[in-house]
């Protein structure tokens, strides 16, 4: 008889995003003349860049010639890519990246849910509250998990550290003691960037401990401030201890396109066996790499135009940030995020529940946002917004906001 993945079973619908599409929808219903603008799911709005898409054509006619036509691609990715990031992304930031340690993917949220696979399932895993969800549904499905507490709104058996406002958002160690430690920074959902003081306090515990830390790098393109790593790896002493994790959609506009790469260590080792040799053997068995299109594509993201294409996109979603952040702080609310990450998190106002005021801001205002319940216990209290808006439109939601404001108080 057939069995289940039970574990599957456990999982919690992630109703987050098709709750707030069914309320949306129902709002619409009632009030069809109503003009909602979104400013909640994360998902970019500005077209592929002209260097990206003049590489993508160009590797298209490629591909149609028998000369420079390409059927698999090499397992880890193409060298032209390869050597780009480790001297662009690694080796310009005094990070000893080498092109051998870097795996080419169609992603970073396939990455994260995909490389604890390499980890025993008796792994005690540790992830911030509040969460990106994919860290921890992956270890639900894998068995690293117990069952869903209903009361306390999160799994048995793992360790969640809380990112509060009087943490500034940054997780403190936690007291029982994790194998594997998911951290996200810049952070989505809170917006909040680490420091490197406050990233080797982590990299020395792990080293300490034994664990690994799993780094998800994928708003580093968001760090304003001079000051802060882009990288785990300019951390000391981070090859023992992280694999980081990369992505084209949110610096490069590919969420449709699909790029990402993962770094792994040759010093990363554990029970004996380097990760690298496990990853890549995962990898070499079940992917088949991403398209030459892309990775040419991706190649392009590093080229001088590409360059200042993409800088100049990232600072049309940061105004944007910048327009969010301002007009919520002038209206009196409390505002956190939105300076080295296209995320505003935003404390709801008079202690009112995220929910709540999701269908406040809808009814009022006509504006989506995401509850931060829908992260974490501890987003309870807090709402997220995202830059990732048409500028008009983000003016206008805010515009919005700041009457209803006005008329609530
Ligand atoms: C958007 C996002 C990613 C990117 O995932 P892709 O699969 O590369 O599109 C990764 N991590 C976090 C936290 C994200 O918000």
Redesign the pocket.
């Given at each position: 008889m057939v069995t289940v993945n039970k574990n599957y079973l456990k999982l919690q619908g992630n109703y987050l995003f098709s709750t707030i599409a069914k309320k949306v929808a129902a709002h619409q219903k009632e009030n069809p003349e109503a003009e909602i603008i979104r400013l909640g799911i994360?998902?970019v709005t500005q077209p592929l860049a002209p260097a990206i898409l003049k590489a993508l054509h160009k590797a298209v006619e490629e591909m149609g010639n028998v000369e420079t036509f390409r059927g698999y691609a090499p397992e880890q990715g193409y060298e032209f890519l390869r050597n780009t990031i480790s001297e662009q992304d690694y080796r310009a930031r005094g990070c000893e990246i080498s092109p051998e340690e870097l795996f080419i993917?169609?992603?970073?949220?396939?990455?994260?849910g995909n490389i604890q696979e390499i980890f025993g399932t008796d792994n005690r895993v540790a992830v911030c509250d509040p969460v990106?969800p994919?860290y921890v549904d992956t270890n639900v499905m894998a068995g690293r998990t117990g069952n869903f507490n209903q009361e306390r709104g999160n799994y048995d058996g793992l360790i969640y550290m809380p990112c509060t406002e009087s943490g500034g958002f940054i997780p403190e160690i936690p007291r029982e003691i994790p194998d594997l430690i998911y951290l996200?920074f810049p952070?989505?959902?809170t917006g909040t960037a680490i420091t490197k003081p406050q990233l080797q306090e982590w990299v020395d515990y792990a080293n300490r401990i034994g664990a690994v830390i799993l780094y998800?790098a994928?708003?580093e393109a968001y760090i304003s401030n001079p000051e802060l790593p882009h990288s785990i790896y300019e951390c000391d002493g981070a090859t023992e201890c992280a694999i980081e994790?990369?992505?084209?959609?949110?610096n490069a506009g590919?969420?449709g396109v699909?790029?990402?790469f993962t770094v792994v260590p040759k010093n990363l080792k554990r029970n004996g066996a380097g990760l690298w040799d496990l990853w890549e053997r995962r990898q070499g068995t079940r992917f088949n790499g991403a398209p030459y299109l892309v990775q040419r594509a991706g190649e392009a993201v590093y080229t001088p135009e590409g360059r200042q294409e993409l800088s100049a996109q990232v600072s049309y979603y940061m105004e944007n940030a910048r327009i969010i952040r301002e007009g919520l702080e002038g209206a009196g609310f409390t505002v956190y995020g939105g300076i080295d990450a296209p995320y505003i998190w935003m404390k709801t106002p008079e202690n009112m529940g995220s929910w709540e005021f999701f269908a406040y801001l809808l009814e009022k205002a006509n504006v989506v946002g995401t509850p931060g319940e829908g992260f974490g216990a501890c987003g309870e209290g807090y709402f997220r917004l995202t830059a990732f808006g048409d500028r008009e439109k983000t003016k206008q939601a805010i515009e919005r906001i700041r009457q209803i404001e006005s008329i609530r108080k």
């Open positions: 994360g998902d993917s169609d992603g970073a949220k396939s990455d994260c990106y994919v996200c952070n989505n959902p998800d994928a708003y994790f990369r992505s084209f959609s949110k590919f969420t699909r790029l990402g």
